[in-house]
């Protein structure tokens, strides 16, 4: 099901053409979630996705994941990567198995893959030293507090080296020092490995420091309302005039995506 | 380790109540009404019970002792449990886990489920006689306690412990959350590993459920069938037969016995639970 990708120029990771989806609800209406979605994401290429809540985009990452069908349209790969062996996900509520340590946890990955157990441990521990988890590869997860458990998350999606990550608001549920933290981890761990990253967030301020290019959806249903290339020189300063200025474009496109009549 | 939200002195007075002083009113209520009512063939002090308890290894009229009849009934119902656990456990997995299966053999379950072992007595009896497990393998008479363990009675206690494993494991495997099956499809899991690390740790906690559920009822379900014609061992076998003789301090040793180890069974699977599962109950 996965195509190779037809646009050349800049080379794409992954691509996705004209995907749409309705959900049906209890009751029988539709709720459209969707509509006529075309995002790709160069290789390489850090891309965030924001918009307001409830207009689709843990839909849209279910839809590339393979989690959930599009009604119309197609999510296609570069050539030689496919879900199988390119991809990783973080979900918006993070799941780590309540049942495995966290060493285990973060070896998942490589445990399916058949790596032998020194082997997996040993890359796991590198995983956990990473992300400031050293100390705790043998909690459960239930023994460590949330912002632990999301780097946890992120560390287990990295272990099995992906070229696309997916990231949907994993830092939504954390303090500022710490997410400012973990936005700095991410951009390191990106900048070494390379990947392409796809990565959700409902925070301005978050989306102009991470991105490359950041997509603005609109309201229910999503539709794509502005692309905003972000190249300011990295590690940016958010009290510099170009900063703030982007932050002021991002506001404004998602504001015109806003329904005009607000049902609140 | 002790859950610090819990107070700590409430809870540990309310069990030193529960072990001491209830017990004992309870107990002096008994002396006192056997007492009055003076009919010790009919109503025995707790003193005869005691001597009783405290001589297991007494033959009672040629029924056998207190001691050797409980070990006959936990044979069988280690056995019979043990048979019980192998089914339930892979038909759950299996039914839990392939839609089409379970479409096929729903129908069938319920109706064999409200079934009580009990009513597979006659059917057993019919099928297996009364052949015991050393018969099987040709062995007529091996000396040892499993001359006592008849095949209908393993296929009785099957039947007491399998549908609570079965319907728990079930119930497990179903009640998986969608995440832990993607994270590990996305993981790159194939369909076998799922099965062994997704959905088996996952249902463990409903597993174990299963097993209290069963050995419980394999426990009510041995006692039952032991005091049925065809039975010529067991504990319910002498508490049966101890009444009709009017040994009616046999009879309350025996109850208190098998109370004892319901309550003992019943308890060392939730240690059991406690120590394979410390995940379990505080899923995120
Ligand atoms: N399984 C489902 N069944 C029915 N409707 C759904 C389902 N999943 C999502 N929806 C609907 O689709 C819309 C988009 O949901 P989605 O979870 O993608 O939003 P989101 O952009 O991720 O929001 P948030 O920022 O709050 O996470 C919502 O309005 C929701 O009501
Ligand atoms: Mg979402």
Redesign the pocket.
């Known amino acids: 099901m996965t195509t190779p990708c037809h646009e050349s120029v800049p080379p794409c990771a992954l691509a996705v053409q004209r995907v749409s989806k309705t959900?049906c609800?209890a009751r029988g209406t539709g709720?459209q979630?969707l509509e006529s979605i075309d995002l790709a994401v160069g290789s390489g290429e850090f891309v965030v996705l924001i918009?307001p809540?409830?207009?689709?985009?843990?839909?849209?990452l279910n839809i590339i994941a393979g989690l959930d069908h599009s009604d119309r349209g197609q999510v296609c790969f570069e050539a030689g990567m496919n879900r199988e062996n390119a991809l990783a996900y973080v979900f918006?509520h993070y799941t780590l198995f309540p049942w495995r340590r966290l060493l285990a946890n973060v070896a998942f990955g490589l445990q399916m893959q058949g790596k032998k157990r020194p082997a997996r441990n040993a890359a796991a521990r590198a995983l956990l030293g990473n992300v400031g988890l050293g100390h705790f590869e043998h909690a459960y997860p239930h023994e460590l507090s949330g912002g632990m458990r999301q780097r946890a998350a992120i560390a287990q999606a990295l272990a099995v080296e992906p070229r696309i990550l997916l990231m949907d608001?994993p830092f939504g549920a954390l303090d500022d020092a710490t997410r400012k933290d973990l936005q700095q981890l991410l951009i390191d761990l990106w900048q070494t490995t390379k990947m392409s990253v796809l990565f959700v967030t409902?925070n301005i301020d978050e989306a102009v420091v991470m991105a490359d290019r950041i997509v603005v959806l609109s309201d229910?249903p999503g539709r794509i309302v502005k692309e905003i290339t972000v190249d300011l020189p990295r590690p940016r300063d958010q009290l510099t005039k170009p900063f703030t200025s982007r932050l002021l474009e991002v506001r404004q496109a998602m504001y015109s995506g806003a329904r005009s009549v607000r049902d609140t | 380790m002790r859950d610090p939200t819990r107070n700590p002195s409430a809870g540990d007075r309310s069990t030193l109540l529960g072990w001491t002083v209830v017990p004992a009113v309870l107990l002096a209520a008994w002396y006192v009404g056997a007492a009055w009512i003076d009919r010790p063939w009919l109503y025995p002090s707790p003193a005869r019970v005691a001597e009783q308890l405290l001589h297991p290894l007494r033959d009672h009229f040629g029924l056998g002792s207190l001691a050797g009849n409980t070990l006959v009934s936990l044979v069988r119902v280690v056995l019979g449990f043990a048979v019980a656990v192998v089914f339930g456990v892979v038909l759950g997995l299996l039914l839990g886990c392939v839609r089409t299966l379970r479409g096929w053999f729903e129908p069938c379950v319920e109706i064999l489920r409200p079934l009580c072992p009990i009513a597979w007595l006659p059917f057993a009896i019919a099928v297996f006689k009364l052949e015991t497990v050393p018969q099987v393998f040709g062995v007529a008479h091996s000396g040892t306690i499993l001359d006592h363990v008849q095949l209908g009675m393993i296929f009785i206690l099957f039947w007491g412990g399998f549908f609570p494993i079965f319907t728990c494991t079930l119930d497990g495997v179903c009640g998986v959350r969608r995440n832990y099956i993607s994270l590990a499809r996305l993981l790159g899991a194939g369909r076998l590993q799922r099965f062994v690390h997704v959905y088996l740790p996952a249902s463990l906690p409903m597993i174990l459920t299963g097993f209290r559920q069963g050995i419980g009822t394999c426990w009510f379900v041995i006692i039952a069938a032991e005091m049925l014609p065809g039975s010529d061992s067991g504990i319910g076998y002498l508490l049966m037969y101890a009444a009709d003789l009017c040994a009616m301090d046999v009879v309350i040793a025996s109850m208190i016995i098998i109370g004892v180890i319901g309550a003992l069974l019943n308890f060392a699977m939730r240690a059991a639970m406690r120590t394979f599962l410390r995940w379990h109950g505080k899923e995120i």
């Open positions: 959900f609800s709720v979630a918009g809540t409830g207009c689709g985009k843990t839909t849209l918006q608001e409902h229910r």
